[in-house]
């Protein structure tokens, strides 16, 4: 078994000419090994089968015209033997002896069942003299006689590596053909994997490449998944580079004030006219900074957890949000938080859905004018508010990272709410009304 293996190991170390090589080496020395013994047997019983029908035909010509032709195109042997006096009475056979010894080396024991049994023909063959022999014994009609039919094997030798050449030559021309079809046909599979090596290649050392494969079987859809991926790529690493400067733009601002205010107040210089007002803008930009940062380590894990395979339950949403709505200090108490939630459960985490549900809620409570409302359906949640219509540019890109509305604070709140809407199954959407704006959760279908 470890042999094998090792056997294996080595033949994926070669390239698809190579392998296809040994392949059709293994295939040439199997044909030899297998498929010629099995021509050279089905042979042998189709030149049985011609010998002993070439008989026949003497013999039907011999019994009807009642003459022995002493000499034939191809000389074939007659003897007729009488039972009633167990002798030979006619042959095209000059030598007596030689008559006998066919007789005793050959057909004996068959011309004795055949007499003993009434059999009408008997066929079979012999070795005499080095030469093997076929030979029929047939019961002339109404008669004491048999005649005896026999050729010798040279003619059948002759038919026999004739057609074993013939088939020979057949079977390695199809060979070679088919070795060159098939090396032709790996040689049209090296070219696009080439292509598709160098284009992983390119992407791997950040290199502008393009791949262009018009083939529609199994190489055209790796193609492009490749090239789906390049794009998917090079949007990441887009947004990526707009992320890590969003980021710092958005973390200098309070760090700056920070450290300026701290310097300030150790130098006892108070910006804002007294030691407590000073030290309250400081306190206020921490905390804006604290929560940026828990924003961005919060949509960092929700990344982690989509990777993970994780047993999804589902929970009464109905409870979650009527908790949300009594717990949520909104910032405009002219606004009137209304509700229509059926008993209904959602797939997913409790906490997460609050993460998602709060962050919809605060979103619309920046621009909501009189009413927020959420209604809650059979795989279905709805947050609407009466606010101003969301620009249709910005729509698609809404729950991008770092897509801010006008009043938008950090640009990761929707995208928080749309990576665990997708972590549980549902899509999320933004829809402008009439008057006002919903948010809608579906299950992904």
């Known amino acids: 078994m470890k042999k094998i293996k090792e056997r294996l190991s080595f033949f994926k170390k070669l ?35 011609q010998m002993y029908e070439r008989l026949t035909i003497s013999q039907t010509s011999i019994i009807y015209s009642n003459i022995i032709p002493y000499k034939q195109e191809k000389e074939v042997y007659h003897i007729i033997y009488e039972s009633d006096e167990n002798t030979f009475t006619e042959t095209n056979i000059s030598s007596h002896q030689v008559v006998y010894n066919f007789y ?17 023909v008997i066929k079979n063959k012999g070795q005499y003299n080095g030469n093997t022999y076929y030979y029929m014994i047939t019961h002339i009609n109404d008669t ?39 090396i032709l046909w790996v040689l049209s599979l090296i070219s696009p994997l080439k292509k598709i090596k160098n284009y992983i290649d390119n992407i791997k050392d950040h290199k502008e490449s393009e791949l262009n494969i018009q083939r529609e079987d199994e190489i055209g859809i790796v193609f492009k998944a490749l090239v789906a991926m390049k794009d998917d790529l090079d ?27 701290a310097q300030s107040i150790k130098d006892d210089v108070y910006p804002y006219g007294d030691k407590d007002s000073s030290i309250d803008v400081i306190l206020e930009n921490a905390d804006r900074l604290e929560h940026k940062v828990k924003s961005f380590l919060y949509l960092n894990r929700l990344d982690y957890l989509q990777g993970e395979d994780n047993q999804l339950e589902t929970f009464a949403i109905k409870e979650l949000i009527e908790k949300i709505v009594l717990q949520m200090d909104l910032l405009k108490p002219e606004i009137r938080l209304e509700t229509e939630l059926e008993d209904v459960t959602f797939v997913g985490d409790e906490e997460h859905w609050r993460v ?90």
């Open 15 to 49: 390239s698809l000419v190579q392998q296809l090589i040994v392949v059709l080496c293994a295939m040439a020395i199997l044909m030899v090994a297998v498929m010629m013994p099995v021509v050279d047997y089905n042979l042998s019983s189709i030149v049985d089968k």
């Open 104 to 120: 005793s080396y050959l057909f004996k024991e068959d011309l004795f069942k055949a007499v003993q049994t009434h059999q009408s």
């Open 144 to 182: 004491s006689q048999y005649l005896i039919s026999l050729v010798d094997s040279e003619y059948s030798l002759s038919l026999v590596t004739s057609l074993r050449n013939q088939i020979i030559y057949i079977q390695y021309g199809f060979f070679i053909v088919l070795a060159l079809v098939m």
């Open 235 to 261: 949007k990441q690493e887009s947004i990526k580079e707009e992320m890590i400067h969003n980021i710092s733009h958005d973390l200098k601002t309070p760090i700056a004030l920070i450290q300026t205010y």
């Open 356 to 445: 998602a549900i709060e962050n919809i809620i605060e979103n619309a409570s920046r621009y909501a004018k009189t009413l927020i409302k959420i209604t809650l359906k059979e795989d279905y949640l709805e947050i609407y508010n009466d606010g101003e219509a969301i620009d249709e540019a910005t729509l698609p890109y809404l729950f991008d990272p770092y897509v801010k509305g006008v009043k938008g604070q950090f640009g990761l709140g929707l995208s928080i709410v749309s990576k665990i809407a997708s972590m549980f199954g549902y899509n999320v959407s933004a829809v402008n009304q009439e008057v006002g704006v919903c948010f809608i959760f579906q299950k992904a279908k």
